[in-house]
């Protein structure tokens, strides 16, 4: 089986993790700071402040900007639980906003305005959010690369846009550590209450604070694989071209990438359900996915007339595997299997 998602790790990987283990000195350290380093050069952010998850950078993000009680917060149905979890754990309320159904991402519409008292923006599957006209809500915006990260959004790179960026390095993420996470900001009041709260040890007063710690074994491997990152996009830009090629005789809907995006993930639509086709590709040794689990707008048990667009990318989108590491046997046979299913 041709599995959705596989980490491209090498012998780069394997040495990081050996020096680090070598050298005794496996907690929060220099390969944490190396990390935040680069990633605060990569994303021009002034601060990067590593994490141990992307769940626990979006629950740090949305304590830090002191929002008002259970402040409005703008996100859309079509992204996963990780963001909703941090609304709920910061007792803020979710305001779910549908998709466009050709880029995946949030849209957000203008009466909402008055209501919105911060947005939560993720930049879905390499795809950039519409970030110009979420700068007009006037509320702080909280960017969520975790299924983005190099991508540039009208020649800038995603992360620098909004008050706070959010970073994940999970398994599965374009570049991973196991699990890790990471916020940006180039405010130096907010990098301070994130540096604060991150780290309960060594303090004289009985503030609510975190361990939310990243270590530098973890480090080690997210360094490693940041300087891959730019191959790796290059080769993702690659492969979705010879998917384009291989499924325009198809009848499904393919995604379009704009300038400085890049395939995360290759969602495709397609008049078939996508349970169906999922257990089809399965059957076949390539194995394909809902791109999201579940919208949260049915986990809330919100009207799918109110979510159009994430109702029926839901039920009729797939992403097929698409990863550095694919071989070409493994994409040719991928090709055939969608050519004969699509
Ligand atoms: C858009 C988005 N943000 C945040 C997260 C949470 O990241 P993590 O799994 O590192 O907690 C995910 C997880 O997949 C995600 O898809």
Same mark, same amino acid.
Request: glycine share 6%; hydrophobic share 40%; net charge negative.
């Given at each position: 089986?041709?599995?959705?998602?596989?980490?491209?790790?090498?012998?780069?990987?394997?040495?990081?993790?050996?020096?680090?283990?070598?050298?005794?000195?496996?907690?929060?350290?220099?390969?944490?700071?190396?990390?935040?380093?680069?990633?605060?050069?990569?994303?021009?952010?002034?601060?990067?402040?590593?994490?141990?998850?992307?769940?626990?950078?979006?629950?740090?993000?949305?304590?830090?900007?002191?929002?008002?009680?259970?402040?409005?917060?703008?996100?859309?149905?079509?992204?996963?639980?990780?963001?909703?979890?941090?609304?709920?754990?910061?007792?803020?309320?979710?305001?779910?906003?549908?998709?466009?159904?050709?880029?995946?991402?949030?849209?957000?519409?203008?009466?909402?305005?008055?209501?919105?008292? *911060?947005? @939560?923006?993720?930049?879905?599957?390499?795809?950039? +959010?519409?970030?110009?006209? %979420?700068?007009?809500? /006037?509320?702080? #915006?909280?960017?969520?690369?975790?299924?983005?990260?190099?991508?540039?959004?009208?020649?800038?790179?995603?992360?620098?846009?909004?008050?706070?960026?959010?970073?994940?390095?999970?398994?599965?993420?374009?570049?991973?550590?196991?699990?890790?996470?990471?916020?940006?900001?180039?405010?130096?009041?907010?990098?301070?209450?994130?540096?604060?709260?991150?780290?309960?040890?060594?303090?004289?007063?009985?503030?609510?604070?975190?361990?939310?710690?990243?270590?530098?074994?973890?480090?080690?491997?997210?360094?490693?694989?940041?300087?891959?990152?730019? *191959?790796? @996009?290059?080769?993702?830009?690659?492969?979705?071209? +010879?998917?384009?090629?291989? %499924?325009?005789?198809? /009848?499904?809907? #393919?995604?379009?990438?704009?300038?400085?995006?890049?395939?995360?993930?290759?969602?495709?639509?397609?008049?078939?359900?996508?349970?169906?086709?999922?257990?089809?590709?399965?059957?076949?040794?390539?194995?394909?996915?809902?791109?999201?689990?579940?919208?949260?707008?049915?986990?809330?048990?919100?009207?799918?007339?109110?979510?159009?667009?994430?109702?029926?990318?839901?039920?009729?989108?797939?992403?097929?595997?698409?990863?550095?590491?694919?071989?070409?046997?493994?994409?040719?046979?991928?090709?055939?299997?969608?050519?004969?299913?699509?």
């Amino acid at each position: 089986m041709i599995p959705h998602s596989r980490p491209s790790l090498g012998k780069e990987e394997e040495e990081a993790a050996l020096r680090i283990i070598r050298s005794g000195m496996l907690a929060q350290g220099d390969e944490v700071a190396h990390l935040e380093q680069s990633l605060a050069e990569r994303l021009q952010a002034k601060h990067v402040i590593a994490v141990n998850s992307g769940s626990a950078a979006l629950h740090l993000a949305l304590l830090v900007l002191t929002l008002p009680p259970k402040a409005n917060v703008l996100l859309p149905s079509y992204v996963c639980t990780a963001l909703l979890n941090a609304i709920r754990l910061t007792g803020n309320t979710p305001i779910l906003a549908d998709i466009d159904p050709k880029t995946f991402q949030l849209v957000a519409s203008t009466t909402e305005h008055d209501a919105i008292q *911060a947005v @939560l923006a993720p930049h879905m599957f390499g795809h950039t +959010v519409d970030i110009d006209t %979420l700068r007009t809500f /006037d509320t702080p #915006l909280i960017e969520d690369c975790a299924l983005a990260l190099g991508a540039r959004y009208k020649g800038k790179p995603v992360g620098g846009f909004g008050d706070l960026a959010i970073c994940s390095f999970y398994a599965t993420k374009v570049i991973c550590g196991g699990e890790g996470g990471a916020i940006a900001t180039s405010s130096d009041t907010l990098a301070e209450h994130l540096r604060d709260l991150r780290d309960y040890d060594g303090r004289k007063d009985t503030k609510l604070r975190y361990n939310y710690k990243l270590t530098d074994l973890q480090a080690a491997l997210i360094n490693a694989q940041l300087d891959k990152l730019d *191959a790796f @996009l290059q080769r993702r830009l690659n492969l979705g071209k +010879v998917y384009a090629a291989g %499924l325009s005789q198809t /009848d499904a809907v #393919l995604p379009f990438f704009k300038e400085g995006e890049f395939p995360f993930r290759y969602v495709i639509t397609h008049p078939k359900p996508a349970s169906e086709l999922i257990t089809a590709f399965e059957s076949r040794g390539v194995s394909v996915r809902n791109p999201v689990f579940y919208p949260l707008h049915n986990l809330l048990k919100l009207d799918d007339a109110s979510y159009p667009h994430t109702t029926q990318t839901h039920k009729h989108a797939i992403s097929i595997p698409l990863y550095p590491d694919l071989s070409d046997i493994e994409v040719d046979h991928i090709l055939q299997v969608a050519q004969e299913l699509l």
